[in-house]
């Protein structure tokens, strides 16, 4: 009878509950406990196990880059990054509320592994996230818009809770990449966060369009509903950067 039980739970596919009741029956001392404490068991562990189901499903449709969270942040790096502020991202609100996150700096100042780890803590509050560079999102535009299917792909990017937008001017923008990028801001008003990283000043990416009316609708955009950080310093990756051997000297035979 039990072993039909496990079955039927796993023909229903609840899966941590039929773990969890096998793990119970191979343990005597479960026998011990109260009946309604062995139910609140089961039923927590088919929780668990969807939770963590679930989670993976998201990190893997987010495709982030970087294996970084939240708890892994380094504070102590003199990059000008304010850990009141930085704790007040991590809360996620500012995704719930739809607004936008700019993170500036120079190169090696950690703006994408800092955007991986809040979409990572995204992902374990339940929010879907997609990380793509920027020239990856100007060429899938591009192919949209060559088989009609332009306006669906903005759709399915709509979606999203949060879209990480990595390395904004990283090469210089074509007319059209120009007016693609203000269809994908002006779609994601009030319906997606993004998460924008970026080597230049928020000042300067005006400059990198050569259409200044695309330019202002972008930047307005932007700039109006958008939080900014901007981290300063010395590239962190100097610091993982291992160190020279010294040539050992050869002794002389005696």
Not at 47 to 70: D, G, N
Not at 129 to 156: H, K, N
Not at 196 to 224: C, E, Y
Request: aromatic letters at 6%; charged letters at 25%; one cysteine or more.
């Amino acid at each position: 009878m039990i072993n039909n039980t496990i079955e039927k739970l796993n023909d229903l596919k609840l899966f941590g509950m039929a773990d969890e009741l096998q793990r119970q029956l191979a343990t005597p001392a479960a026998n011990d406990l109260p009946f309604e404490h062995r139910i609140r068991m089961i039923v927590e562990n088919e929780t668990t196990v969807r939770e963590s189901k679930r989670l993976q499903a998201l990190l893997k449709k987010a495709h982030l880059p970087e294996p970084a969270c939240i708890e892994d942040i380094d504070y102590r790096a003199p990059r000008g990054m304010d850990k009141a502020i930085m704790l007040s991202f991590t809360s996620l609100d500012w995704i719930r509320a739809t607004h936008n996150l700019v993170l500036t700096g120079p190169t090696g100042t950690g703006k994408t592994w800092l955007g991986c780890a809040l979409a990572n803590q995204a992902c374990r509050m339940g929010l879907s996230c997609l990380f793509m560079r920027i020239p990856q999102v100007l060429e899938i535009l591009t192919a949209a818009r060559a088989t009609g299917s332009f306006a669906t792909r903005l759709q399915q990017w709509k979606k999203f809770d949060l879209l990480i937008l990595d390395d904004w001017g990283i090469e210089p923008l074509s007319k059209r990449s120009q007016n693609d990028l203000l269809e994908l801001v002006d779609g994601s008003m009030g319906k997606t966060s993004l998460l924008i990283t970026s080597q230049h000043p928020l000042n300067l990416w005006h400059d990198g369009f050569d259409n200044k009316t695309v330019a202002d609708a972008v930047m307005d955009r932007i700039i109006h509903s958008s939080y900014h950080m901007r981290l300063t310093g010395d590239s962190l990756r100097k610091r993982k950067t291992p160190e020279a051997k010294k040539p050992v000297r050869p002794t002389k035979e005696r």
